[in-house]
Nanobody, 125 residues
Framework: QLQLVESGGGLVQPGGSLRLSCLAS????????IGWLRQAPGKEHEEVSC????????VDADSVKGRFTISRDNAKNTVYLQMNSLKPGDTAVYYC??????????????????WGQGTQVTVAS
């Protein structure tokens, strides 16, 4: 079975930090572009960050630029999203997804072949 499993979500106060992890099983992430996407209640998916298969190129949404950092550790078959200076507007379910795209990052949601089940991030005082 090919799976992506997110972890690290939870409740955090505004200004706090969380690190999300996405572990792949059943396949290797080495040659996949990886994205973190989020969905708030009643809203569409928003791509937060994307990292290319070679790890050289990263793309961040304007709403999180300077606060979130995506990274990958191919030896651990894991990608991460470090989230700092969290705001209430960051509250959402966060998903990791893997896809292969000739142009690299960013991808559209339709380009992603594998999706995790998501992890809830709630930012509130």
């Amino acid at each position: 079975q090919l799976q992506l499993v997110e972890s690290g979500g939870g409740l955090v106060q505004p200004g706090g930090s969380l690190r999300l992890s996405c572990l792949a099983s059943g396949f290797t992430l080495d040659y996949y572009d990886i994205g973190w996407l989020r969905q708030a209640p009643g809203k569409e998916h928003e791509e937060v960050s994307c990292i290319s298969s070679n790890g050289i190129t990263t793309v961040d949404a304007d709403s999180v630029k300077g606060r979130f950092t995506i990274s990958r550790d191919n030896a651990k078959n894991t990608v991460y999203l470090q989230m700092n200076s969290l705001k209430p507007g960051d509250t959402a379910v966060y998903y990791c997804a893997a896809g292969r795209h000739n142009g690299g990052c960013p991808l559209t949601k339709y380009d992603y072949n594998y999706w995790g089940q998501g992890t809830q991030v709630t930012v509130a005082s």
